[in-house]
C-alpha cells in the first residue's frame, strides 16, 4: 500500500529538515519516495508499477507519494524540477535521486543497488 506523505508525516518518518542540517533518516527500512503530479502523465505511467513494487517488497521498504502541487515546500527543498522524480533512502547513507518514468526493471536495479534490498 503506497502512503501519501504531507510535510509533518514526511518528518517523521524519512527526514525531519526542520531540526536537521545533515541527513538524518528517520524511518526504520529504505524508502523510496514518488514526487509526482496528478496531472502530469508520465506520473500515471509509474504508478502501477509503485503499486506492484509495494507487492513485490511488501514489509521490506516503504514506499511513498508527495504531490508537488500540495507539498510545494517539500519539493523545493529536494529541488524537484521535474516530475516524476523519485527519491531513493537507504536505511544508511545518503539518498539518490532519479527522474523520470522508469521501467519496473530499473526500479528493481536501483532498489537492489541504493537500497540494499532483495525481493
Request: proline share 6%; net charge negative.
Amino acid at each position: 500500500m503506497l502512503e501519501h506523505l504531507t510535510k509533518e508525516t514526511f518528518k517523521e518518518k524519512v527526514f525531519n529538515y526542520e531540526a536537521n542540517k545533515e541527513w538524518a533518516f528517520e524511518g526504520d527500512k529504505p524508502c523510496m519516495i514518488d514526487f509526482y503530479a496528478d496531472w502530469c502523465q508520465p506520473c500515471k505511467m509509474v504508478a502501477p508499477i509503485l503499486e506492484e513494487l509495494s507487492k513485490d517488497y511488501d514489509g521490506k521498504i516503504d514506499i511513498y507519494k508527495v504531490d508537488t502541487e500540495a507539498e510545494q515546500e517539500l519539493a523545493s527543498i529536494f529541488g524537484i524540477r521535474s516530475i516524476p522524480s523519485l527519491l531513493f533512502v537507504p536505511k544508511d547513507g545518503q539518498p539518490q535521486m532519479a527522474q523520470g518514468a522508469l521501467p519496473k526493471d530499473t526500479f528493481e536495479k536501483a532498489i537492489k543497488d541504493v537500497l540494499n534490498v532483495e525481493k
